[in-house]
C-alpha cells in the first residue's frame, strides 16, 4: 500500500517542493524515515503516532518506510509532521489519496493540534509557481501565506478538522487575499518630538531619500539614537515586492507574526553592540538570516559602534557593498539579500565629551586613538554621510517653535524616490546608493562649476576612488530632492560637507 503527499521545504529563503511517500508493508511492525531527515524530522515517529491516537485513529501494522524525496536534500524541522501522517492514513486505507494539486504543511503536536512553521511564505509562493491550487497551513501561518493571490490557502487548527475536510464530511473555507496596500502605515514616532538640530535633520532627509549610509557622532545626550528611531517614518513605504520579500527573510527566521507580515514600514533592527559576528550575518548548522538580512530593505541601526568588536563591525564590509550576504557550510551555501541602509551612532572617545563646550574630556590621547582605531578606513569609507550632532541649546528645548514632521520630510523623500524609480527603470538598481558605475557615469553629470569644485575637493583632500563615487551619489540625491537634472555646485558643496569627519577625528 503506497500513497504521495505534496509538502515543501525551505533552503535560505527559496523554497522547493518535497515529495511524501509512505508504503506500508507487511512484515515486523516497524517504522523508519528515509531522504536524508534530520533529528527534528525523525521525531516525527514518535509526534505522528501520538497524534493518530489522540485523534481515535489507528497507526498501520507492519513494516513502515516514509520517503522524503528529493532524497540528497537535508531536510529540517518539524514541517514534515502533517503530510507524513496524511500519506500513512491514504496508504492504510482511512483516507482518500490527496489531490495533486494540493500541498501539506505543519507540526503536530501531541494531541493533535497544528503548530506554526517557518518559511511559510516562500513554500506558499513556489507552491503557486508548481501549479498548486490548495495549501493547507496551520492556523497561525495562514495570514502570511494568504498574501499570495492566485492559490486557495486552509487556515486549519487541529488535525480532526483537516480529516473531517478531506472526506468532504466539514470543509475549510478558504482565507481571504490580503491586500498589502489596503493596510495603513502606523508609527509611534514622529520626527517633529525632536527638538532642534535642524542640520542633521536635512542629513537624515538626504540619506533616506537615496538609501545611503550614515553615522552620527557626538556626545551622550544629543539625541543621536532617538534621531535614528525616526529614520523609518521618513522612509517610503515598501513596494510590494520589496513586502513580500522582506516577510519572506522574517518568516524563515521565525519572527513573522500576523500583524508584522501585512504592514509596508520599512524594518528598523538595532542589535546591541555585544551581537557575534554570526548574530549579524546570520549562521547555524541549518542557517538562518541575522541581523543583516533581517534589516533587508530598511535600517540596521548601530548605536555605540565602536563598542562592537573588530570581527563583526568588518562583517558588515561585504554585505554593504554586494547587498547579498552568504553563508557556508559544508553540506549547504545559503545567500540571504541584505540590501540595506545601515545607520551608525558613536561618541567621539571613550568618556564621550571630546570637544563639548562645558563639559571636560578625561580621556587621555592614547585613549582616544585607542577607541576610534577600532573603526577601519574601509568600513568608514562605506559611510557616505557623516555628521556631527552637537549637543543641544537651552533656547531649542524650550522653543514653542512648530517642528517639522516626518510625512512632511517623508512627502519629499517620496518625490526623490520617485525620480530615481523612473531613472533606474527596468533595472535592479532601487535606489542612488545602489547606483552602478555606468549608471554612475550616465546618470551623475556635474555642471562646469560643480566639476571644478570635485576636482579641487578631491586633490585637497586625498579621496579614494570610493569616497568619490559615494560623494557624487550622495549629491545626486541632493540634485534630486530640489528636482534638478544636473548636479550643480551648491549640490556638490552640501555633499562634501557630510565626508569631513573621518578626516577631524581620525586624520584621514
Request: net charge neutral; with cysteine; aromatic share 6%.
Amino acid at each position: 500500500m503506497y500513497c504521495c503527499c505534496k509538502s515543501y521545504g525551505t533552503l535560505g529563503i527559496e523554497a522547493y517542493q518535497v515529495q511524501v511517500e509512505a508504503n506500508v508493508a507487511r512484515g515486523l511492525p516497524s517504522f523508519d524515515i528515509v531522504g536524508l531527515p534530520d533529528a527534528a524530522v525523525k521525531e516525527s515517529r514518535d509526534r505522528v503516532r501520538a497524534a493518530m491516537a489522540s485523534c481515535d485513529y489507528s497507526f498501520p501494522v507492519g513494516r513502515v518506510v516514509v520517503n522524503l524525496a528529493p532524497a540528497n536534500v537535508k531536510k529540517t524541522g518539524p514541517i514534515y509532521d502533517v503530510p507524513i501522517l496524511l500519506a500513512l492514513m491514504s496508504a492504510k486505507g482511512d483516507l482518500p489519496p490527496p489531490q495533486e494539486d494540493a500541498a501539506f504543511l505543519g507540526e503536530l503536536s501531541l494531541y493533535g493540534e497544528l503548530r506554526p512553521v517557518r518559511g511559510a511564505l516562500s513554500m506558499v509562493l513556489k507552491a503557486r509557481s508548481d501549479g498548486i491550487r490548495h495549501i493547507f497551513l496551520p492556523y497561525q501561518n495562514a495570514k502570511e501565506g494568504a498574501m499570495v493571490e492566485g492559490i486557495a490557502v486552509y487556515a486549519v487548527r487541529n488535525l480532526s478538522e483537516l480529516i473531517l475536510h478531506l472526506e468532504g464530511k466539514e470543509s475549510i473555507e478558504p482565507m481571504p487575499h490580503q491586500d498589502l496596500f489596503h493596510m495603513e502605515q502606523e508609527y509611534s514616532v514622529d520626527l517633529k518630538e525632536v527638538r532642534g538640530q535642524p542640520f542633521v535633520k536635512r542629513a537624515l532627509e538626504v540619506a533616506s531619500a537615496g538609501g545611503h549610509n550614515l553615522m552620527l557622532i557626538g556626545p551622550p545626550g544629543t539625541g543621536k539614537s532617538m534621531l535614528a528611531k525616526r529614520i523609518p517614518t521618513i522612509l517610503p513605504p515598501l513596494t510590494e515586492e520589496e513586502a513580500i520579500e522582506t516577510a519572506q527573510i522574517h518568516s524563515v527566521a521565525g519572527i513573522l507574526s500576523d500583524s508584522d507580515g501585512l504592514k509596508l514600514q520599512r524594518p528598523f533592527r538595532a542589535p546591541h553592540h555585544t551581537v557575534s559576528a554570526a548574530g549579524l550575518s546570520g549562521g547555524g548548522s541549518n542557517p538562518l538570516p541575522g541581523e543583516i538580512s533581517l534589516a533587508h530593505n530598511g535600517v540596521l541601526f548601530l548605536d555605540e559602534l565602536a563598542e562592537f568588536s573588530r570581527q563583526s563591525i568588518e562583517v558588515l564590509r561585504q554585505p554593504i557593498e554586494d547587498g547579498t550576504v552568504t553563508i557556508s557550510r559544508a553540506n549547504s551555501r545559503v545567500t540571504y539579500p541584505c540590501n540595506i541602509m545601515v545607520v551608525a551612532a558613536m561618541n567621539p572617545c571613550p568618556c564621550g565629551y571630546m570637544g563639548h563646550p562645558s563639559i571636560e574630556c578625561r580621556c587621555t590621547a592614547t585613549q582616544i586613538s585607542r577607541y576610534l582605531s577600532r573603526i577601519s578606513g574601509p568600513l568608514l569609507d562605506r559611510m557616505d554621510i557623516q555628521v556631527e550632532v552637537a549637543p543641544i541649546e537651552y533656547q531649542d528645548l524650550t522653543s514653542k517653535g512648530k517642528e517639522e514632521s516626518s510625512q512632511a520630510v517623508r512627502e519629499r523623500v517620496c518625490r526623490a524616490r520617485d525620480i530615481q524609480t523612473e531613472r533606474f527603470r527596468h533595472t535592479k538598481t532601487t535606489c542612488n546608493a545602489n547606483m552602478t558605475p555606468a549608471q554612475l557615469d550616465r546618470f551623475c553629470s556635474l555642471s562646469p562649476e560643480a566639476s571644478h569644485q570635485m576636482k579641487i575637493a578631491f586633490e585637497r583632500m586625498g579621496l579614494s576612488g570610493r569616497a568619490y563615487d559615494r560623494i557624487l551619489k550622495v549629491a545626486r540625491t541632493i540634485a534630486d530632492l530640489e528636482q534638478s537634472e544636473v548636479i550643480e555646485r551648491a549640490h556638490l558643496m552640501e555633499a562634501l560637507q557630510y565626508r569631513s569627519l573621518d578626516r577631524k577625528y581620525w586624520r584621514r
